[in-house]
C-alpha cells in the first residue's frame, strides 16, 4: 500500500528549486528539520513529509515498505514540483528512502542521504522494538532516544532542540511507529545501490552509533561522503548551519552540471 503522507512548507519562496526533506523514525520533519531549512531557504523552497502517525501525517494501520514510502515521497513531489528542479535529502529513515528514489528518481535530480545507510540495523532488533511499542507506547522509547539520537553534551547545550524532538516521538502513533520499525527490518538495498540513477551525497554524524561512519562511507563506494563532525544521528538539527551550507553546495553543483 502507498502511504497516506503529509507534506509541509518548512522555508524558500515558491518558484525556486523545491527541496523535499524527509525525517528519522521518531520525529516530526518541522522538529528535525525546522532550523536548518530556514537557512536553506535562501536557496530552495523546503518542503518536508512526515511517516504515518508522525507529526501532520495520519496514522495507519496497515503495513508499508520503505519502496512504498518512496513511492508516496516520489508521487507527492512531481505534483509539488510543477516542473521545476528537485532534489531530495533525508535522514536515517528519510534516508533509507533517499536509497529507494536514488534508484527510481523520477523528478529528483541528486539525493541526499544522512545518518543512513542501505541496510540500518538488524531485522530481530526491529521487530523487538516494534512489539515493545505496541504493547508499552512510543514515550518508552524516549529516554534510549536521547541517548542514541544526539552527540555528547548536546541536549545540556540545546535542551529546546533535544526537547522537541523527543517530544514528536512521545507523540508518535504507536501503531504507525511500529510498523515503521517493521518496513526497516524488511529494507535491504545494499545488493542495488550501484545502480543508483542520479547522484548521491553521503553524509554521517561523527558520533553516530546507529549508523556508524565506517558503514555510512562503505555504503555506496561511487558517492560522495562527508563526515559531520560534532554530530550524532540527527545532524539538521543538532547542527543546521553546516548541513545547510553542505546541501545548498551539494545541489547547486549538481544542477550547474545537468
Known amino acids: 500500500m502507498t502511504p497516506d503522507l503529509t507534506l509541509t512548507r518548512l522555508a524558500g519562496a515558491a518558484g525556486r528549486d523545491?527541496?523535499?526533506?524527509?525525517?528519522?523514525?521518531?520525529?516530526?520533519?518541522t522538529a528535525l528539520w525546522g532550523v536548518c531549512a530556514e537557512r536553506l531557504g535562501d536557496r530552495f523552497e523546503v518542503v518536508g513529509w512526515d511517516l504515518p502517525g508522525h507529526g501532520r501525517s495520519p496514522a495507519t494501520a496497515e503495513p508499508?515498505?520503505?519502496?512504498?514510502?518512496?513511492?508516496?515521497?516520489?508521487?507527492?513531489?512531481?505534483?509539488?514540483?510543477?516542473?521545476?528542479?528537485?532534489?531530495?535529502?533525508?535522514?536515517?529513515?528519510?534516508?533509507?528512502?533517499?536509497?529507494?528514489?536514488?534508484?527510481?528518481?523520477?523528478?529528483?535530480?541528486?539525493?541526499?542521504?544522512?545518518?543512513?545507510?542501505?541496510?540500518?540495523?538488524?531485522?530481530?532488533?526491529?521487530?523487538e522494538r516494534a512489539d515493545l511499542v505496541r504493547r508499552a507506547g512510543t514515550a518508552v522509547m524516549v529516554a534510549g532516544s536521547a541517548e542514541r539520537w544526539f552527540a555528547p553534551g548536546f541536549t545540556d547545550r540545546r535542551p529546546d532542540?533535544?526537547?522537541?524532538?523527543?517530544?514528536?516521538?512521545?507523540?508518535?502513533?504507536?501503531?504507525s511507529y511500529a510498523l515503521a520499525c517493521e518496513a526497516l527490518a524488511a529494507f535491504d538495498a545494499r545488493d542495488r545501490v550501484a545502480a543508483a540513477?542520479?547522484?548521491?551525497?553521503?553524509?554521517?554524524?561523527?558520533?553516530?552509533?546507529?549508523?556508524?561512519?565506517?558503514?555510512?562511507?562503505t555504503a555506496a563506494p561511487d558517492a560522495r561522503f562527508e563526515m559531520l563532525?560534532?554530530?550524532?544521528?540527527?545532524?539538521?538539527?543538532?547542527?543546521?548551519?553546516?548541513?545547510?551550507?553542505l546541501l545548498t553546495d551539494f545541489f547547486t553543483t549538481q544542477r550547474v552540471t545537468r
Open 64 to 127: 508499508f515498505s520503505v519502496a512504498e514510502l518512496a513511492t508516496a515521497v516520489r508521487e507527492r513531489a512531481v505534483a509539488a514540483a510543477d516542473g521545476r528542479e528537485a532534489w531530495y535529502a533525508g535522514v536515517s529513515l528519510g534516508g533509507a528512502v533517499g536509497w529507494e528514489l536514488a534508484l527510481d528518481p523520477g523528478v529528483f535530480g541528486a539525493v541526499a542521504v544522512l545518518a543512513s545507510a542501505p541496510r540500518i540495523g538488524e531485522p530481530s532488533a526491529w521487530h
Open 229 to 245: 563532525h560534532g554530530c550524532a544521528h540527527l545532524p539538521p538539527a543538532e547542527d543546521p548551519a553546516v548541513v545547510a551550507a
Open 161 to 175: 532542540v533535544a526537547g522537541a524532538l523527543l517530544t514528536s516521538l512521545a507523540d508518535s502513533d504507536p501503531s
Open 197 to 217: 540513477k542520479v547522484p548521491a551525497l553521503v553524509a554521517a554524524g561523527e558520533h553516530d552509533a546507529v549508523v556508524p561512519p565506517e558503514q555510512a562511507r
Open 18 to 29: 523545491l527541496l523535499v526533506v524527509g525525517p528519522s523514525l521518531g520525529t516530526s520533519v
